[in-house]
């Protein structure tokens, strides 16, 4: 057994002294565990065990009933070059007590954790150093490294300085097909390859060493055994050449590679800093300060200063602040870069503000409701990051691959040379097949491969309102061969409005204008559909008097020397009156599913003035959504609690292919499941009343504005009520996932072609740094196509 490490758990759940004794049972049975002590009060479990042994402590816990509460971590970390630098910092971080999960991520140089409370994040810190790179923790609310645009600077430098120098030593070759032999003393080009080899490449050999004292294999390994065998192998020449004589040298090959190598990392970098454009356009959206409103005076504040219930006054132009509610004032509001939503929004006294988003053309005071990461704009960020962070299924392909690669390169480029020397080859041709190999043997294609296309997919969905959780959600929906669809507020606006009205006499406008009168000051969700109605037409309200309601029956009130009334059929059948001539209407609009209303007047004479028929009205885009599924050969469905009517006229209109209506939301997650024994289903609902069935669905999409039950719930929340946004998710996770596999696919093919045409012979050293150059620059390259995408219904925009 390896030493013993004391391991101090926070246990959550613990309500008595059974409980700790359960916990402490359930410890005690693990084989491996020395001692177990839990303490009630203070919630914590000591144990002595091995210190690879954290894993099955907090199984045993969980096992028992009870929970280890976890942190979240990110550490920035400088020094990984390609998949396998990722996978060592993953394995040496897994090991550290404390660590409870893990996932680097090559393309941002990002470390994201779940560990332990208690655990010290310089002792993760450290341990990465030991793992020969360096790292620090990620500011949270700086996620981008200030440095990074000083450190591609200094990238651009060390490239030129190494062109300037490889270019002399280059011009020889480039002179033989012209007929024209010259070549460069020796002198001068030792001269002007060892700046380029030990300067300019010095960071591939602190690479290669930190990687070789921690026991592992990376690509700068290669490049530095590579260019240095080439380097090595020109000092031996020149000195056993006779004086007099041009010996054959391979400075060039060694500063030429070093050269090309340069150039692909600086592009690559370029590349990587585009992938993340995304998060850094959202961050650039959150100002400093705020116009505080205290007392009646102004004052400009530092938004740490600002508390809940704070008023802030947003003068046109200006960035909102803090989510908040409009007091006073009226505007409009630029959201573009927070919901996609192009259109501005008409802002006034009672709407929600969100931060980040742009003032129009009025001043608005605004009450705080949400500050710093409680913002809609802070969840967004930290969710994209999250997205871009995670590894989606695919990778663990590539994670198995890199950790063995390297070391079946060097044993390739070990076999090639030995090879070529047994078939009777010089030693310089051998050590230059050998070279080859080693050089375009790059493990960098294959570890940007994934997070490159993932990056630049979710942050280009992110633009468009398009809030992608997870990178397991990308990967699945591209495969989504059924959607269902909740019906009140995913595919209908979810508030009543007048879908039709009748009047006996023909007047629909009078018949509206006194049904207005009789609900003004009302504050039901009818009477506001009825209130809407009026002012659509702009109609003058009469006065009304005497108002009351009738429990359970509707309202009624005197207008002019008319008494009047509204309300249900059975206040209808109270007064004696029948519906006559409506009876045929009123049965068609209640098969529909609809919500009727019977106008009556009272007095002078009792009698049916009219019929109003409410329903939720379908949402702008919804019959477009459902269209472009069904072009994909994507099955609808509609899952809803409410009646079969008002489902059956919704799905009719839509041309969805199978309803179910009246499903207890308890049924919903069940019925989800149903539908997943027939292929990979994707349940789009407004993430709050749908919960369970998002959870139970392959891929959940939630309708909503970025609140935490939406976000929590499903792996892919539209920050917009636009169901078009639904084939549109569909598509940037099936453009994503295809970016995927294709830089996987010419990353793998780049290496199997590659590495025996080294071996054989056919590949000049040089030739084969600037393909390994180029594949990595094609990968992150192929990835940013992805930022052109736009959804199909704004392509159509004029």
Avoid at 104 to 127: F, H, K, M, Y
Avoid at 439 to 459: F, Q, R
């Amino acid at each position: 057994m390896s030493s013993l490490t004391t391991f101090d758990l926070p246990v959550a759940g613990m309500t008595c002294a059974s409980c700790a004794g359960r916990v402490e049972r359930a410890l005690r049975k693990l084989p491996q565990v020395a001692s177990a002590n839990v303490n009630l009060a203070s919630e914590q479990a000591r144990i002595e065990a091995p210190e690879d042994s954290l894993a099955a402590l907090i199984a045993a816990v969980e096992g028992a009933g009870y929970q280890v509460p976890s942190e979240p971590l990110e550490l920035a970390i400088d020094g990984m070059t390609c998949a396998s630098c990722v996978g060592r910092v993953e394995r040496a971080l897994a090991k550290h007590p404390g660590v409870l999960a893990v996932s680097v991520n090559l393309a941002s140089e990002q470390a994201q954790l779940r560990i332990a409370p208690g655990t010290d994040p310089q002792s993760l810190v450290r341990t990465i150093a030991d793992a020969g790179y360096s790292a620090s923790l990620l500011d949270i609310d700086k996620p981008t490294r200030p440095s990074a645009e000083r450190l591609l600077q200094r990238e651009r430098w060390h490239l030129l300085a190494a062109i300037a120098l490889a270019l002399p030593l280059v011009i020889p070759m480039l002179l033989e097909p012209f007929g024209l032999h010259w070549m460069l003393p020796a002198w001068v080009q030792f001269v002007l390859a060892t700046p380029v080899q030990f300067i300019l490449g010095a960071r591939f050999y602190r690479a290669a060493w930190q990687a070789l004292r921690a026991g592992a294999g990376n690509m700068d390994q290669l490049v530095a055994i590579g260019t240095s065998a080439a380097y090595g192998l020109s000092l031996y020449q020149w000195a056993v050449t006779p004086a007099g004589q041009m010996p054959a040298l391979y400075f060039e090959a060694a500063a030429v590679i070093i050269a090309l190598i340069l150039l692909g990392k600086y592009l690559e970098s370029r590349a990587k800093r585009q992938t993340s454009s995304a998060i850094r356009a959202l961050q650039a959206l959150r100002p400093d300060q705020a116009l505080r409103v205290k007392d009646g005076r102004e004052k400009m504040v530092a938004l740490s200063e600002l508390a809940l219930g704070d008023r802030v006054l947003v003068k046109p132009g200006e960035r909102f602040p803090v989510d908040g509610q409009v007091l006073e004032g009226q505007s409009h509001a630029d959201e573009a870069l927070i919901s996609g939503e192009s259109l501005p929004q008409a802002k006034q006294p009672g709407d929600t503000v969100t931060a980040g988003a742009i003032n129009g053309e009025g001043r608005l005071l605004v009450e705080t409701t949400a500050l710093g990461a409680e913002t809609v704009l802070a969840k967004i960020i930290r969710l994209v990051e999250d997205a871009q962070a995670a590894k989606a299924p695919i990778q663990k392909l590539v994670d198995r691959v890199s950790q063995v690669f390297v070391p079946a390169v060097l044993l390739i480029a070990l076999a090639t040379l030995l090879t070529w020397l047994l078939l009777g080859a010089s030693l310089a041709t051998a050590l230059l097949n050998a070279v080859a190999v080693l050089v375009i043997a790059c493990p960098c294609a294959l570890g940007l491969a994934t997070p490159t296309a993932i990056m630049a997919g979710t942050g280009v969905a992110a633009r468009h309102g398009i809030l992608i959780k997870d990178a397991e959600a990308l990967e699945v929906a591209h495969g989504v061969t059924a959607v269902a669809f909740d019906k009140t507020g995913t595919l209908t606006s979810g508030t009543p409005k007048i879908a039709h009205l009748q009047a006996v006499d023909g007047d629909e406008g009078q018949l509206l204008q006194l049904a207005g009168g009789l609900q003004r000051g009302s504050e039901h969700s009818l009477a506001k559909a009825v209130l809407d109605a009026c002012d659509e037409r702009g109609l003058e309200l009469p006065e009304v008097a005497d108002s009351r309601a009738l429990a359970g029956r509707g309202i009624a009130g005197q207008i002019g020397e008319r008494r009047l009334a509204l309300g249900n059929r059975r206040l209808l059948e109270d007064n004696g009156l029948q519906p006559g001539e409506l009876a045929e209407q009123a049965q068609q609009w209640e098969a529909e599913g609809r919500t009727l209303s019977w106008l009556l007047e009272q007095s002078p004479e009792p009698r049916v003035l009219g019929l109003f028929a409410f329903g939720d009205t379908l949402k702008d885009g919804a019959a477009e959504a459902v269209a472009r599924l069904k072009t994909r050969g994507i099955a609808s469905h509609l899952i809803s609690g409410d009646n079969r009517g008002s489902c059956q006229a919704v799905a009719q209109i839509l041309s969805i292919d199978a309803v179910h209506a009246e499903v207890l939301p308890a049924d919903k997650a069940s019925l989800v499941g149903e539908l997943k024994a027939r292929g990979t289903v994707a349940m789009v609902g407004d993430g709050i009343n749908d919960a369970p069935a998002l959870a139970a669905a392959d891929v959940g999409i939630a309708m909503g504005s970025g609140t935490d039950v939406a976000m929590h719930a499903a792996g892919i929340t539209l920050m917009r009520g636009d169901p078009r946004l639904v084939p549109a998710a569909l598509d940037i996770s099936r453009r994503t996932y295809n970016k995927i596999r294709q830089n996987l696919f010419w990353a793998f093919i780049y290496n199997l072609v590659g590495i025996p045409l080294a071996a054989a012979g056919l590949l000049n050293p040089m030739i084969a740094g600037a393909a390994m150059a180029a594949s990595s620059v094609s990968v992150v390259s192929n990835a940013l196509l992805l930022k052109t995408w736009k959804p199909r219904h704004e392509e159509q925009r004029p």
